[in-house]
Nanobody
Framework: EVQLQASGGGLVQAGGSLRLSCAAS????????IGWFRQIPGREREGVSC????????YIADSMKGRFTLSSDSAKNTLYLQMNSLTPEDTAVYYC??????????????????WGRGTQVTVSS
């Protein structure tokens, strides 16, 4: 059974950093791409950053480039999202998801089949 567990959210001041973790079980990164999404209140869920299982390429949304970094630990089957220089506009619930079909580049909710529970990130001004 594919399972995803996101953690690491919390309350941080503007300019601060957080590292989110997505622990995957029931599959390996070779079989599924894993990505991060976020949902800001009142807005649709949007893709943040993702790593493709097909070629190991990573994608990060333009608004997060230079601030967010994706990394992984294959031994732990865990994906990390390092978020720096956080602003109140980054306040959202962050989710990780897995896809057997994602091939790289821009992605949307419909591209991913398996979802974990989100973790709340709140950035105070």
């Amino acid at each position: 059974e594919v399972q995803l567990q996101a953690s690491g959210g919390g309350l941080v001041q503007a300019g601060g950093s957080l590292r989110l973790s997505c622990a995957a079980s029931g599959f390996t990164a070779v079989d599924y791409s894993i990505g991060w999404f976020r949902q800001i209140p009142g807005r649709e869920r949007e893709g943040v950053s993702c790593i493709s299982s097909s070629d190991g390429s990573t994608y990060i949304a333009d608004s997060m480039k230079g601030r967010f970094t994706l990394s992984s630990d294959s031994a732990k089957n865990t994906l990390y999202l390092q978020m720096n220089s956080l602003t109140p506009e980054d306040t959202a619930v962050y989710y990780c998801a897995a896809s057997a079909y994602y091939g790289g580049g821009y992605y949307e909710v419909r591209d991913f089949e398996y979802w974990g529970r989100g973790t709340q990130v709140t950035v105070s001004s």
